[in-house]
């Protein structure tokens, strides 16, 4: 293989999941021979190309578009030109998917390539997002869109269940106890005495939101009123339960659309009282 740029590395999912396989890889002037995963295919195309024999055809792939590539589906890979190819891929057991989706069907997303934008949101949170993050929460959360995403994808209808509004209840009381230390699903599982897939499930339909989402809102909460206070932004990051300042930063922003040094330069934290 005639690469230009290959990583590759194991990330820890969470406690009762084993490790995922996350790659970065550059193509040029080379082919993938057939092949096949015991694991669904996640990637992002990130430039370039990407050709490949799926199920008897020819795809492509371009860039900002999704593969999702069911397990044990042979196909290969091979550049479109000589530019070649760059991707980042993650690698799901099937295991995790079922562990959301609890029994039903495997989710087969028809060409193996998608421009959905719910599930380029969910392949991106997963690959980008949550790589070299490890904060177990992060992929509880990105495994539940994704699996839901692809699910959607694939044209299976959703069950309709009634959410138990008492766990969901139960389970933001716990979180608010719960953010500088964190809280894992397995743990609001005991908690509410919930599964831990339907709680998410409950959690996102009464409160907009999911638990894990939740709990980084209010630690950007509990951060802003650190700063208001005149804490530093290391102080602050690690006084709002942020594993360092990078996490802190990365979340912040997503929450509030600047960064923490824009937000105290600005007016936006300030309360107006009439």
């Known amino acids: 293989m005639n690469s230009a740029a290959h990583s590759s590395n194991r990330s820890l999912s969470v406690d009762s999941f084993e490790p995922i396989e ?43 578009q999704v593969l999702i590539l069911h397990p044990d589906e042979l196909h290969d890979g091979h550049c479109h030109d000589e530019a070649g190819f760059s991707y980042q891929a993650a690698y799901v057991p099937p295991t995790h998917v079922q562990a959301v989706l609890g029994g039903a069907e495997l989710p087969f997303v028809a060409n193996g390539v998608s421009t959905d934008p719910a599930l380029i949101a969910a392949t991106l949170n997963l690959v980008f997002d949550c790589a070299g993050v ?60 919930c599964d831990r897939w339907q709680l998410s499930r409950d959690f996102r339909a009464l409160l907009g939101t999911s638990p894990y989402r939740y709990l980084q809102y209010r630690r950007v909460d509990l951060a802003k009123r650190l700063m208001r206070e005149g804490a530093k932004l290391a102080d602050a990051a690690h006084g709002a339960g942020f594993a360092d300042q990078s996490h802190f930063g990365r979340t912040f922003r997503k929450a509030v659309g600047l960064t923490p040094k824009e937000w105290l330069r600005s007016d936006l934290f300030c309360t107006i009282v009439l």
């Open 22 to 64: 996350r790659v970065t890889n550059r193509l040029v002037g080379a082919a993938f021979s057939p092949h096949r995963h015991d694991t669904y295919t996640v990637a992002v195309t990130m430039a370039g190309v990407q050709t490949f024999n799926y199920r008897r055809e020819t795809r492509y792939s371009l860039p900002g």
């Open 134 to 193: 490890e904060d177990s929460g992060a992929y509880e959360d990105a495994l539940y869109d994704l699996a839901h995403a692809m699910n959607n994808a694939s044209g299976r209808a959703a069950t309709v269940r009634i959410a138990d509004r008492t766990a969901v209840m139960r389970a933001r009381e716990y979180l608010e106890t719960a953010v500088v230390f964190g809280a894992r699903l397995d743990q609001l599982e005991q908690v509410t005495g």
